[in-house]
Nanobody, 130 residues
Framework: VQLQASGGGLVQPGGSLRLSCAVSGLTLDDLAIGWFRQAPGKEREQVACISRDDRAINYADSAKGRFSISQDNPKNTVTLHMISLKPEDTAVYYC????????????????????????WGKGTLVTVSS
């Protein structure tokens, strides 16, 4: 499985951005897939994940109400749409996936979610600044 993230850039506070993750090698419905981020000097954290079997979506508290994850099966891409961006959203954003069934992501810690991902794309940098 190969993952290619794109769409990062510089955006002003309050702005919006759409990140895409192009997946090759497997179809999305075979995978649990999600977005993670790592801010400078901080640990990587979960942003939003889609479970493999029931396609349930879980958002980190920091993402709820502002971020939306979706999948486009014909294009085999997963999108993270972010609105009302804040400076604290500045980070490198990664998409990741696994074939392995996982518990619902709302039952996992961020470290468990990270450890469960087998495939990682290169990150895309999002900078929120005026």
């Amino acid at each position: 499985v190969q993952l290619q993230a794109s769409g990062g850039g510089l955006v002003q506070p309050g702005g919006s951005l759409r990140l895409s993750c192009a997946v090759s090698g497997l179809t999305l419905d075979d995978l649990a897939i999600g977005w993670f981020r790592q801010a400078p000097g901080k640990e990587r954290e979960q942003v939003a994940c889609i479970s493999r079997d029931d396609r349930a979506i879980n958002y980190a508290d920091s993402a709820k109400g502002r971020f939306s994850i979706s999948q486009d099966n014909p294009k085999n891409t997963v999108t993270l749409h972010m609105i009302s961006l804040k400076p604290e959203d500045t980070a490198v954003y990664y998409c990741a996936a696994t074939l392995t069934p996982t518990p619902p992501y709302d039952l996992l810690t961020t470290n468990q979610a990270i450890a469960g991902m087998d495939h990682w794309g290169k990150g895309t940098l999002v900078t929120v600044s005026s």
